[in-house]
């Protein structure tokens, strides 16, 4: 049963739709309680949760479908008529049934007893006897086992004609035991009065072994039992033979039934056993608990290391080793611990397919869903976060992105339109895209709206980037007419605020006419940070390390001046602007010796755009625990959360995106023109961690 | 050329389990909702095998088996339903249409792929 474990997240949102559309119709009993097409449905359900029920043992919950879906399907065959007062009884049972399956949901038990009074209300209508609801697999007790057996085999035409084939079934008999087998062509007349539909053949077969059961050889001949001559017989240790009887259809399905509630075979038990022993069920609450110890102890260890590191020194070796041992061991099982919560994305995927369907029907747009990176793991807290964003972003591309049939048309493309996700690793950070092949963002008509809600100013001037992003400011929307399929302009600027509780960005890349690439960055642990640490005026800050590409000592002559009081510097070719740490954190250093030589750490934002940091000094690299500074205190833009150090004090982990899109005050005074204020800030602040 | 079979249940939860199982044997999985889709869904292309359930909307199993078996391209084509143990006339009913076989729900995917192995190569 363990590999049907990702398929518990569908079953259950199938429960959900199964249930919601179960109230819609139960209510229509009460004013007509003998709608056959109402009352098939209503079993329907009920015998769908069952299944569902059998195949991720939810004992209680199977039992308690295998009776409503009893009693249901009496009253659908008409056998049982619903009398005055059973339709309200059918909303009830309804209402129990959301509760059992919620508490399977959340992998707790229901209250106990809740369904008692229901079930005997609905065995008494039903005349039922105290039913072994045998929920589990359908086993036989186990039956007495021989030397093996003597079966003959004759196949009539009845059994061709429903596609049966005697060689798969004896190939099936074969893996039983050892097998020798005669084949009999007696029966088979000449030539010309050979009628090809006809079963002439037959079989002689022997089949020894030590451990074979009457059953499973019956087994193997169940499907055909009643189109065929069959005669099954025991070899016995003695010459003696018993005469086996042809097994019927019904006497070896009344067994089950009768012996059920105490039978389980060996089969199910090793099934069961099997099961336990590769997974196990924990609370998330202990877990949680275990990585906040966990880091915690990472914390604990970072201050060790700086404290000792005053006292030791090169010569101390083995201290040193030691120190380092505890150091990479407490990383081992940090990422241990971590890799627990994470989960792969494919059950958060397997629903989109059905999104897709159901809206393209809905907008009668030809759509393919492509997926990509299903295998992807990512912290389970995250995962669940992330559904409604991305079914968002998906009904988005599928409603705004991509055109209509006719459009597609006279554009050349495909009448088919993509919808493509991917999820990948990268830096440290999950990457998730939803892209499609529609007509992209109109920077005009993006622009223009924007002018138009009052967001930014008429003669503003905006980069390609910055007017992509001003989808996600609150109370836009270049939807002509608002689709009830994404909802109100809401909706992106929703989206990035839950990634940002996530610790993560949402951007948008557009290429008008060819589609858009929505791009979610999160962190993969929301815990534990590589940093660097770095000082400007005395004051520590941390930046992340995976953002680092690397550091240097600018050479004078590589910087220049730009007319709107920005810097940047020449590497290698490349333009980089440069931002100083200090005035971007509104540092006073008056009375702070400046270095005669200051440093550019060079990092990458998030679309692969450099910048360069300018830092007094670097003081190495530390692994810190990140605290959210949003949780604790607010939002401030640059910066991306805080980190508890070695030390024990407090610092700011520093926003890299937040930083490249800030308006960085001029140090000559003068008003920055270039970059209007409000948008940068809302469209790239956040945390990055 | 992989084997391609012909899976109509209308839980996807079922759907899922099944095309999962089957992929793993070899199978190329065609999924539909109920019998009237897997209609329509048969004219397109050959089936090695066909497994249905029973209980569906618009056109049930039973009825999806013999409308199956009147079309000459699915004479010889092993299809399985899929029941519960307590619709034994359904097995019955089933048989009488022309279904070559059953498996009963709840299974696991082994019990699964053991019937499959008794009626498809």
Redesign the interface.
């Known amino acids: 049963m363990n590999e049907l474990e990702q398929f518990k997240q569908t079953f259950f949102e199938e429960c959900e739709e199964l249930l919601q559309r179960f109230e819609e119709v139960a209510v229509t009993l009460v004013a007509g309680p003998n709608d056959a097409e109402v009352l098939d449905d209503i079993f329907r359900t009920v015998h769908s949760i069952k299944a569902g029920a059998g195949a991720f043992k939810f004992q209680r919950l199977a039992t308690y479908c295998h009776e409503f879906e009893n009693f249901m399907d009496l009253v659908r065959g008409g056998k049982l008529q619903l009398v005055e007062g059973d339709p309200d009884l059918v909303i009830q049972a309804g209402d129990i049934l959301q509760d059992l399956v919620a508490a399977a949901r959340a992998g707790m038990e229901a209250q106990a007893g809740i369904e008692d009074e229901i079930l005997e209300i609905l065995r008494n209508k039903t005349g039922a006897p105290q039913s072994n609801a045998n929920a589990g697999a359908d086993v036989n007790a186990a039956a007495p086992i021989g030397a093996g057996f003597t079966i003959k085999f004759r196949p009539h035409r009845a059994m061709y004609e429903t596609a049966n084939e005697p060689q798969l079934l004896l190939h099936a008999l074969k893996s039983l035991g050892v097998m020798s087998i005669s084949t009999s062509s007696e029966a088979l007349p000449d030539l010309v009065k050979l009628d090809p539909l006809e079963g002439y053949l037959s079989w002689d077969i022997e089949i020894r072994g030590d451990d074979i059961s009457r059953e499973s050889v019956e087994e193997v001949f169940e499907f055909v039992d009643g189109d065929c001559d069959l005669e099954i017989n025991e070899i016995e240790c003695a010459s003696e033979r018993v005469a086996a009887d042809l097994p019927e259809a019904p006497d070896a399905a009344d067994e089950p039934m009768a012996g059920a509630a105490t039978a389980a075979s060996t089969d199910s038990k090793a099934i069961a056993a099997a099961a336990q022993s590769t997974s196990i069920r924990v609370e998330l609450e202990r877990i949680d608990r275990l990585v906040d110890m966990v880091g915690e102890l990472v914390i604990a260890q970072a201050m060790a290391l700086d404290s000792l590191s005053e006292l030791v020194d090169i010569r101390h070796v083995k201290q040193l080793q030691a120190l380092e041992d505890l150091t990479m061991r407490t990383r081992q099982l940090q990422e241990g611990v971590m890799a627990v919560r994470m989960q792969p994305l494919k059950a958060l995927f397997s629903r989109f397919p059905r999104v897709v369907r159901d809206l393209s029907k809905k907008l009668d747009k030809n759509v393919r869903l492509e997926l990509e990176g299903e295998a992807t793991e990512v912290d389970k807290t995250i995962i669940e976060e992330l559904s409604d964003p991305l079914t968002h972003m998906i009904r988005n591309c599928m409603d705004h992105g991509l055109e209509t049939r006719e459009e597609r048309a006279e554009t050349g493309k495909d009448e088919q339109g993509i919808v493509k996700i991917s999820a990948e690793h990268r830096n440290g950070r999950i990457l998730i895209r939803v892209a499609d092949d529609g007509r992209g963002l109109s920077l005009k008509r993006v622009r223009q709206k924007a002018i138009d809600n009052g967001l930014i100013d008429e003669d503003a001037e905006l980069s390609k980037e910055e007017i992509e992003a001003l989808i996600f400011m609150p109370g836009f929307s270049t939807a002509a007419a608002i689709s009830d399929v994404s909802g109100r302009g809401v909706g992106m600027d929703v989206v990035r605020r839950n990634i940002q509780k996530l610790g993560g960005r949402v951007t948008v890349e557009s290429e008008e006419g060819k589609g858009s690439t929505f791009t979610l960055a999160l962190p993969l642990t929301l815990a534990v940070l590589d940093g660097m640490l770095i000082s400007v005026a005395g004051e520590r800050f941390v930046v992340p390390l995976s953002t680092i590409v690397e550091t240097v000592l600018p050479d004078p002559s590589s910087v220049r001046q730009l007319p709107d009081g920005g810097t940047v510097m020449s590497i290698r070719g490349e333009t980089i602007r440069l931002i100083d740490v200090c005035a971007a954190m509104s540092i006073d250093r008056s009375g702070q010796p400046e270095p005669l030589r200051k440093l550019a750490v060079i990092v990458e934002t998030e679309f692969g755009r450099r910048i360069g940091l300018i830092v007094d000094e670097l003081l190495g690299q530390q692994q810190v625990v990140i605290k959210s500074l949003e949780a604790n205190y607010r939002s401030i833009s640059g910066v991306a959360g805080t980190a508890i150090l070695g030390d024990g004090r407090v610092r700011l982990i520093l926003d890299i995106d937040g930083l490249a899109a800030m308006d960085v005050p001029r140090t000559d005074g003068g008003q920055p023109s270039n970059t209007p204020t409000d948008t940068n800030r809302v469209a790239s602040g956040g945390q990055s961690a | 050329m992989s084997k391609r079979v012909l899976a109509v249940d209308?839980?996807?939860?079922?759907r899922?389990?099944v095309a999962?199982t089957l992929k793993r044997e070899g199978f190329e999985v065609v999924e539909a909702e109920d019998g009237v889709e897997a209609m329509e869904v048969s004219t397109t292309g050959d089936y090695d095998l066909v497994i249905s359930d029973v209980?569906?909307?618009r056109m049930d199993g039973i009825t999806l088996v013999g409308k199956l078996r009147e079309n000459p391209k699915f004479?010889?084509?092993?299809?399985l339903i899929l029941t519960?143990?307590?619709d034994?006339t359904k097995?019955?009913a089933g048989?009488a249409a022309?279904?070559?076989?059953?498996i009963?729900?709840?299974?696991?995917?082994d019990?699964l792929v053991?019937v499959v192995?008794?009626?498809?190569?």
């Not at chain 2, 022309?98 to 059953?102: D, L, P, S, Y």
């Not at chain 2, 009963?104 to 995917?109: G, H, I, T």
């Not at chain 2, 192995?117 to 190569?121: G, I, L, N, Q, T």
């Open positions: 209308d839980s996807k939860t079922m899922d389990m999962f209980n569906m909307p004479r010889a084509t092993p299809i519960t143990e307590a034994q097995k019955e048989k022309g279904a070559t076989g059953w009963v729900k709840p299974f696991d995917p019990q053991n192995r008794r009626v498809c190569r």
